[in-house]
C-alpha cells in the first residue's frame, strides 16, 4: 500500500503543482481534478510561520484558499518535488519552491506530510524545512 500511497502523491504533484501563475493554479484546481486524488473532507494545514496561509482549511473550497492566498502575489510560482518517503498511511516530501514578482525571488526548500486513506489524500501538514515531514512520520533524517 505505501508504494501506491506514493503514486499517488506523485501524481498530485505532477499534475496540480507544476510551474505557473496564481490563475493557471486556479484552473487546476476543479472540483474535478481534486477529486482524483483528496478526499472531499481533506484537511489542509500550512506551515506555522506563513505570512498568507492562516488558517487550517478543509474541503476542496479550503484547498483552493490555500493555494489562492499562497500564490496571489507571486507572478510566477513553482513547486518541484525532490523526494517522496512513504511511511505507512504517510507520504513525506521534500519540495523545492520558486516563486518570482517584480524584483523579488523565493527559493526554498520545505516539506509536507501526506495522510492517505482508501486511495485519496485526507490530510496535508506543511513544514518549514525540509526534515520536518519526515520526523514527524517517524522517518529517520
Given at each position: 500500500m505505501?508504494?501506491?500511497n506514493v503514486e499517488l502523491v506523485?501524481?498530485?504533484y505532477a499534475e496540480l503543482a507544476s510551474e505557473g501563475s496564481g490563475r493557471d493554479f486556479?484552473?487546476?484546481?476543479t472540483d474535478?481534478?481534486?477529486?482524483r486524488f483528496l478526499d472531499?473532507?481533506?484537511e489542509w494545514i500550512p506551515v506555522t510561520d506563513s505570512l498568507l496561509a492562516i488558517d487550517d482549511y478543509r474541503g476542496f473550497e479550503g484547498v483552493r484558499r490555500v493555494w489562492g492566498e499562497f500564490v496571489s502575489t507571486w507572478e510566477s510560482y513553482r513547486v518541484e518535488p525532490l523526494r517522496f518517503d512513504a511511511a505507512g498511511d504517510h507520504v513525506a516530501v521534500v519540495v523545492h519552491i520558486v516563486g518570482r514578482t517584480h524584483e523579488l525571488e523565493?527559493?526554498?526548500t520545505r516539506s509536507s506530510l501526506l495522510t492517505v486513506r482508501d486511495g485519496r489524500v485526507v490530510r496535508v501538514q506543511s513544514f518549514p524545512d525540509a526534515e520536518g515531514a519526515r520526523a514527524a512520520a517517524g522517518l529517520p533524517p
Open positions: 505505501s508504494e501506491e506523485r501524481r498530485l486556479e484552473r487546476r484546481l474535478e481534478a481534486l477529486s472531499p473532507r481533506i523565493v527559493d526554498e
